[in-house]
């Protein structure tokens, strides 16, 4: 937090109590120099008194205060510091006595807020981390029916883990983390539909609400697989058209293609990680009409399990805190490929 209070002119009319050489309080007192006229006609004794009065003053064991003229450092008579300074710093900015202040600035580099400025000022992005840590605890919430337009799902599942007990919660999370910082250095307005603040869920309905209010130019939700040992690689998926109750897909489908195709060429080659080996035909792309999360999103979005958590050369990759950094990448770079057109 920044303090804003007078500029060091300012402060130079008021004084510290615990300041040597100045009074307890109040304003600075200038004096006079004073000059006494001696007439002729007054007694000695007189003359000698006022004097003493003028010489002395009110306090006989107190010196004199010298104060500094208007504008004079408050320093010692060398320059230097008195003890009090050096012990009670001032909160104000120090400035030279003989030169005007100069602006102050910031050497470091000043981190892009969200919305700020950069390439992707002006677009949304919903990041969606698949699953929610807290889901263990709460079964029978995220187990109860809801309705994605041509079926009726579990709210939300658990997700899967690697043998060691990685979670795919944990996962999803942290590469959303790092996904989000990426995309607001580019000025992106950012916003995660669960960031390890709620108990448990969003639903997958609540999951796409949040992408359609949020009139997201892009949404992704991020995954990872539990399939066979043997199978690894990445895919991502894509919304099929669907028109049915609450879900129409028609008017994303062609653009949530061109945002997965972009996200799976970047992915390959930031992260290296190959297309998989047992969805897609070797495309790294997979197409489905039974995920809440796409058939209820009204913005182009997609899905991407990002490896096989069950794989013994997959898992190596997903628990690497490095490789979940060049994910975050790739991600980002197809996301920003795909908003700039």
Same mark, same amino acid.
């Given at each position: 937090?920044?303090?804003?209070?007078?500029?060091?002119?300012?402060?130079?009319?008021?004084?510290?109590?615990?300041?040597?050489?100045?009074?307890?309080?109040?304003?600075?007192?200038?004096?006079?120099?004073?000059?006494?006229?001696?007439?002729?006609?007054?007694?000695?004794?007189?003359?000698?008194?006022?004097?003493?009065?003028?010489?002395?003053?009110?306090?006989?064991?107190?010196?004199?205060?010298?104060?500094? =003229?208007?504008?004079?450092?408050?320093?010692?008579?060398?320059?230097?510091?008195?003890?009090?300074?050096?012990?009670?710093?001032?909160?104000?900015?120090?400035?030279?006595?003989?030169?005007?202040?100069a602006p102050t600035t910031s050497k470091a580099p000043s981190k892009p807020a969200a919305g700020g400025s950069g390439?992707?000022?002006?677009?949304?992005?919903?990041?969606?981390?698949?699953?929610?840590?807290?889901?263990?605890?709460?079964?029978?919430?995220?187990?109860?029916?809801?309705?994605?337009?041509?079926?009726?799902?579990?709210?939300?599942?658990?997700?899967?883990?690697?043998?060691?007990?990685?979670?795919?919660?944990?996962?999803?999370?942290?590469?959303?983390?790092?996904?989000?910082?990426?995309?607001?250095?580019?000025?992106?307005?950012?916003?995660?539909?669960?960031?390890?603040?709620?108990?448990?869920?969003?639903?997958?309905?609540?999951?796409?609400?949040?992408?359609?209010? =949020?009139?997201?130019?892009?949404?992704?939700?991020?995954?990872?697989?539990?399939?066979?040992?043997?199978?690894?690689?990445?895919?991502?998926?894509?919304?099929?058209?669907?028109?049915?109750?609450? =879900?129409?897909?028609?008017?994303?489908? =062609?653009?949530?293609?061109?945002?997965?195709?972009?996200?799976?060429?970047?992915?390959?080659?930031?992260?290296?990680?190959?297309?998989?080996?047992?969805?897609?035909?070797?495309?790294?792309?997979?197409?489905?009409?039974?995920?809440?999360?796409?058939?209820?999103?009204?913005?182009?979005?997609?899905?991407?399990?990002?490896g096989n958590m069950r794989d013994t050369q997959d898992v190596n990759r997903l628990t690497s805190g490095t490789w979940?950094?060049?994910?975050?990448?790739?991600?980002?770079?197809?996301?920003?490929?795909?908003?700039?057109?």
């Amino acid at each position: 937090m920044s303090y804003v209070g007078p500029e060091p002119d300012d402060f130079d009319d008021f004084y510290r109590d615990d300041d040597p050489g100045r009074g307890s309080g109040g304003r600075r007192f200038r004096g006079r120099p004073v000059l006494v006229t001696f007439a002729a006609l007054v007694p000695t004794a007189l003359a000698g008194w006022l004097v003493w009065q003028v010489v002395s003053g009110p306090g006989e064991s107190e010196p004199p205060k010298v104060l500094p =003229a208007p504008g004079q450092s408050s320093t010692s008579p060398a320059g230097t510091p008195s003890d009090a300074d050096a012990k009670a710093p001032s909160p104000f900015p120090s400035k030279s006595a003989t030169s005007p202040a100069a602006p102050t600035t910031s050497k470091a580099p000043s981190k892009p807020a969200a919305g700020g400025s950069g390439p992707l000022k002006g677009k949304v992005v919903v990041i969606d981390p698949g699953h929610n840590p807290g889901n263990f605890q709460h079964t029978a919430d995220i187990n109860r029916q809801v309705n994605v337009g041509n079926a009726t799902k579990e709210c939300d599942t658990t997700g899967t883990s690697s043998n060691a007990g990685y979670t795919e919660a944990q996962f999803t999370l942290d590469v959303s983390r790092r996904l989000r910082t990426l995309l607001e250095q580019q000025g992106a307005t950012v916003k995660l539909t669960q960031n390890g603040d709620r108990a448990w869920g969003p639903c997958v309905t609540e999951r796409a609400a949040i992408g359609n209010q =949020a009139r997201a130019d892009a949404a992704i939700s991020v995954h990872a697989d539990g399939s066979a040992a043997g199978n690894r690689g990445f895919h991502v998926i894509l919304p099929a058209s669907v028109h049915a109750g609450a =879900a129409d897909t028609r008017p994303i489908v =062609a653009s949530s293609r061109d945002l997965g195709e972009r996200i799976a060429g970047k992915f390959i080659q930031v992260t290296g990680q190959p297309p998989s080996n047992y969805i897609g035909g070797g495309t790294g792309l997979d197409t489905r009409s039974d995920l809440g999360g796409l058939n209820l999103s009204t913005v182009p979005k997609v899905f991407i399990e990002c490896g096989n958590m069950r794989d013994t050369q997959d898992v190596n990759r997903l628990t690497s805190g490095t490789w979940r950094q060049k994910a975050a990448q790739g991600l980002s770079e197809g996301i920003v490929s795909f908003l700039r057109g």
